[in-house]
């Protein structure tokens, strides 16, 4: 699959060389601060947590601090353009 320039998610997520610093590791995510219940994915806000709810996902992309988290199919798509550093 190929992401047009255009693409809507692009607006959402930052640009490359502001993750470029990062390096990341597929995660579950779990409670990593108190009253803090899920992140949302960066491109395309897609919730990812550990509640048991519809359209949830509960392991996505993450960088050590566990600060960004980018779900499976925008880090699949975007890989091309963003040139992730994995773990
Ligand atoms: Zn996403």
């Not at 048991?52 to 600060?67: L, M, R, S, V």
Request: proline residues 2%.
């Amino acid at each position: 699959m190929t992401i047009e320039n255009d693409d809507w998610r692009l607006e959402f997520g930052k640009e490359p060389s502001f993750y470029s610093k990062y390096s990341w590791s597929w995660r579950k995510w779990t409670r990593t601060r108190p009253h803090w219940d899920h992140d949302h994915c960066e491109f395309c806000s897609q919730k990812i947590s550990d509640l048991d709810a519809e359209n949830i996902q509960h392991e996505g992309w993450t960088d050590d601090e566990e600060t960004y988290w980018v779900c499976k199919s925008c880090f699949e798509d975007f890989k091309e353009m963003y040139q992730w550093n994995l773990k």
